[in-house]
């Protein structure tokens, strides 16, 4: 009778203990989506600011009291941001120097990353070593001297100084050499068994074995030229060779220095179309590729 009892008191704690448990999952479960919906108001608010701040007119927009949605819907604002910083040259220059910088970049960071990955030549760690040490730089120190070197070879105004200047990145060639460390060396001495160059096993595996972070790679790359402002307008005085970022800056200004702000609002909110959709589509391969890259070596 008695061990019936305690049995039965200690099935009625247990159920109490799981209740206990599951009350405190759920309350744990609301501060957790609420702490994540806060965060969320606060990342995103700025861009809904900037699109309902292009669909108003310049006198709503200055006023003392902020509305939180346009009285009137003034959609011209955006075939004016698109005529007024004559946006298609814009984005032609940007596209171009993003996708030329984009594909001599890789090029350039596959070849080093294959050979400080797998060829063996002297002074191979030494070298590779120094190279990390020059991403302890700020790349500001770099500036002056680039704009020196730049200036004597006569490059200003030219897609050459917006592409050349930064088309090796050591922190790209890091990431992928630890990627190429991944895969298996018995693969590569097999393949020189079989009598295959070091470029043909390069292009027929390690390239697809690596491929989300060549694609992690080719996104940042292009993110980073379509967001480059302080260099581009260093080096650029022609307003024919602004890129995207230099040319929203003082196109909707009068003589008098007043800016319309919806208007240039309306151009940001086109600028920034395009890297919404690649992080949106695309943020999978970025993750995936920064993941695979590991820690080994």
Not at 127 to 136: Q, S, W
Not at 190 to 207: C, E, F, P, Q, R
Not at 256 to 273: L, R
Request: charged content about 15%; overall charge positive.
């Amino acid at each position: 009778m008695a061990d019936n009892m305690n049995v039965t008191l200690q099935e009625k704690d247990m159920k109490k203990v799981g209740a206990t448990q599951k009350v405190t999952g759920v309350f744990a479960k609301i501060l957790c989506y609420t702490f994540l919906f806060l965060i969320a108001i606060i990342v995103l608010f700025p861009f809904y600011w900037m699109i309902i701040s292009s669909l108003k007119t310049l006198a709503e927009y200055k006023l003392s009291v902020p509305t939180l949605f346009p009285k009137e819907i003034i959609w011209h604002n955006y075939v004016e941001a698109f005529e007024a910083a004559n946006l298609g040259t814009l984005f032609k220059n940007t596209v171009i120097v993003g996708v030329v910088s984009t594909i001599l970049s890789l090029v350039i960071t596959v070849l080093s990353a294959f050979a400080f990955a797998r060829l063996e030549f002297k002074g191979k760690n030494t070298l590779f070593a120094a190279l990390l040490a020059t991403m302890m730089i700020p790349g500001e120190l770099f500036t002056i001297t680039n704009y020196q070197t730049v200036s004597a070879l006569d490059w200003k105004d030219t897609y050459t100084v917006l592409i050349v200047p930064f088309l090796v990145s050591i922190f790209y060639i890091y990431l992928l050499r630890q990627n190429f460390m991944q895969i298996p060396n018995e693969l590569y001495l097999a393949a020189k068994v079989d009598g295959t160059s070091d470029l043909k096993y390069l292009w027929k595996v390690m390239i697809p074995l690596a491929l989300p972070t060549l694609i992690s790679i080719t996104i940042l790359k292009m993110m980073g030229a379509w967001n480059s402002y302080m260099w581009p307008k260093l080096v650029t005085n022609d307003t024919n060779m602004e890129l995207i970022t230099n040319g929203l800056r003082n196109a909707y200004s009068d003589a008098s220095g007043d800016t319309n702000f919806p208007v240039q609002m309306a151009a940001v909110a086109i600028v920034s179309a395009p890297l919404f959709l690649v992080f949106l589509f695309l943020r999978k391969y970025i993750m995936k590729g920064v993941s695979r890259s590991g820690i080994k070596g």
